[in-house]
């Protein structure tokens, strides 16, 4: 695979990409690197917790269009489609204890419309997994070969079991119908065009530092998440995506921090030390999470290179502006 600069993914020029759910954080920044690759996309997002203005920088841009569309429902696009890429789903614990039902819809109506457009123009279907099919894992770090520890019937399953179901029906249509899919399985990851009030815990931390609040750890702060920026996260995504590779794959970055560690980290990034505040525990909250990432490595090539304290400094400026400091 070649690849000239940030984004210049050689391969993908003159591709179509279907994004689904691309109006979000991730998938922005996914169809960001697809157009500065020479693809066209088309993006289709009911913009949910997503936004528009995430992808303000390719509204003049010819190869990039928004279609503001409900992706449960059938889809229909004109002409070829090289890729059909499924990023829609609310992925905050905030989001998706807000809209439990959707978030199950999505996860399996969306995906299913997906497979079956992918089916149809005879595209790869990539499908964003998530780390969270570990629940809340017993072994760490996590190979993609572990089964996981999911609650099934707890608040957070609906994300989990969602997800789980999505990679079921992603590989059901590559065994019954050869259909050619990628899954990725995301662990945490963060970066500009995160929304400040979704609850997760960095931009949680960075508006807390920023207006000089005490920081909301959970529980007791001990337990653990690896935090990949947002950059080295598209790049393990596209790699993927230009692989030959059907298995689930872990992309992350394995430096695990605790809560209280990665609070301090943002407060020194921040150059503010408003201290901590602690809160209940979320139930099903996972204590660890670590992504083992050989198979990235060994089949991708890949491996992250942005160390959480220069993603934290690359981050700040994003929230320095939308929290108006
Ligand atoms: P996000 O909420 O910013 O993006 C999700 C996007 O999907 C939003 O733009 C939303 O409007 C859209 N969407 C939701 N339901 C839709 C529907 N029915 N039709 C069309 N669009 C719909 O979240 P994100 O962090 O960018 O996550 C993107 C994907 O990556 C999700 O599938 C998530 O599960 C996965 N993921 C993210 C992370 C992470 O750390 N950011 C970790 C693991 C997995």
Same mark, same amino acid.
């Given at each position: 695979?070649?690849?000239?600069?940030?984004?210049?993914?050689?391969?993908?020029?003159?591709?179509?990409?279907?994004?689904?759910?691309?109006?979000?954080?991730?998938?922005?920044?996914?169809?960001?690197?697809?157009?500065?690759?020479?693809?066209?996309?088309?993006?289709?997002?009911?913009?949910?917790?997503?936004?528009?203005?995430?992808?303000?920088?390719?509204?003049?841009?010819?190869?990039?269009?928004?279609?503001?569309?409900?992706?449960?429902?059938?889809?229909?696009?004109?002409?070829?489609?090289?890729?059909?890429?499924?990023?829609?789903?609310?992925?905050?614990?905030?989001?998706?204890?807000?809209?439990?039902?959707?978030?199950?819809?999505?996860?399996?109506?969306?995906?299913?419309?997906?497979?079956?457009?992918?089916?149809?123009?005879?595209?790869?279907?990539?499908?964003?997994?998530?780390?969270?099919?570990?629940?809340?894992?017993?072994?760490?770090?996590?190979?993609?070969?572990?089964?996981?520890?999911?609650?099934?019937?707890?608040?957070?399953?609906?994300?989990?079991?969602?997800?789980?179901?999505?990679?079921?029906?992603?590989?059901?249509?590559?065994?019954?119908?050869? *259909?050619? &899919?990628?899954?990725?399985? @995301?662990?945490?990851?963060?970066?500009? +065009?995160?929304?400040?009030?979704?609850?997760?815990?960095?931009?949680?931390?960075?508006?807390?530092?920023?207006?000089? &609040?005490?920081?909301?750890?959970?529980?007791?702060?001990?337990? &653990? +998440?690896?935090?990949?920026?947002?950059?080295?996260?598209?790049?393990?995504?596209?790699?993927?995506?230009?692989?030959?590779?059907?298995?689930?794959?872990?992309?992350?970055?394995?430096?695990?921090?605790?809560?209280?560690? *990665?609070?301090?980290?943002?407060?020194?990034?921040?150059?503010?030390?408003?201290? @901590?505040?602690?809160?209940?525990?979320?139930?099903?909250?996972?204590?660890?999470?670590?992504?083992?990432?050989?198979?990235?490595?060994? @089949?991708?090539?890949?491996?992250?290179? @942005?160390?959480?304290?220069?993603?934290?400094?690359?981050?700040?400026?994003?929230?320095?502006?939308?929290?108006?400091?």
């Amino acid at each position: 695979m070649r690849r000239s600069a940030l984004g210049g993914f050689q391969d993908l020029e003159g591709k179509h990409a279907v994004v689904m759910g691309g109006a979000g954080f991730l998938g922005s920044h996914v169809c960001t690197w697809l157009v500065y690759s020479g693809a066209q996309v088309t993006c289709l997002d009911n913009l949910i917790t997503g936004n528009a203005s995430n992808a303000a920088h390719l509204m003049g841009d010819k190869r990039f269009r928004l279609i503001d569309y409900d992706v449960t429902d059938y889809m229909h696009i004109s002409g070829d489609v090289d890729y059909v890429m499924n990023f829609a789903s609310p992925a905050s614990p905030v989001d998706y204890l807000k809209w439990p039902i959707h978030t199950l819809k999505v996860g399996a109506f969306g995906t299913h419309k997906g497979l079956g457009l992918a089916l149809d123009k005879g595209a790869v279907f990539f499908l964003a997994s998530t780390s969270e099919v570990y629940g809340d894992p017993q072994v760490n770090p996590q190979p993609e070969t572990y089964w996981g520890n999911v609650n099934p019937i707890g608040p957070r399953g609906v994300y989990d079991e969602a997800k789980r179901f999505a990679e079921a029906m992603t590989l059901a249509y590559n065994r019954e119908h050869g *259909l050619d &899919t990628r899954i990725v399985r @995301i662990f945490n990851t963060y970066g500009p +065009r995160m929304r400040a009030d979704d609850g997760r815990a960095v931009p949680a931390f960075f508006k807390a530092a920023l207006e000089g &609040t005490p920081l909301p750890v959970h529980g007791d702060g001990s337990q &653990t +998440r690896s935090l990949c920026y947002v950059d080295d996260e598209v790049e393990g995504i596209l790699r993927l995506l230009l692989s030959d590779e059907t298995d689930p794959v872990n992309i992350g970055n394995p430096e695990e921090v605790t809560m209280i560690e *990665l609070a301090e980290a943002v407060q020194d990034v921040v150059g503010n030390h408003p201290g @901590i505040e602690f809160h209940p525990r979320p139930t099903d909250d996972p204590t660890v999470r670590r992504p083992d990432t050989t198979r990235a490595e060994d @089949i991708l090539g890949w491996k992250a290179q @942005i160390s959480l304290r220069q993603g934290l400094e690359r981050t700040l400026p994003w929230f320095k502006d939308v929290l108006g400091h």
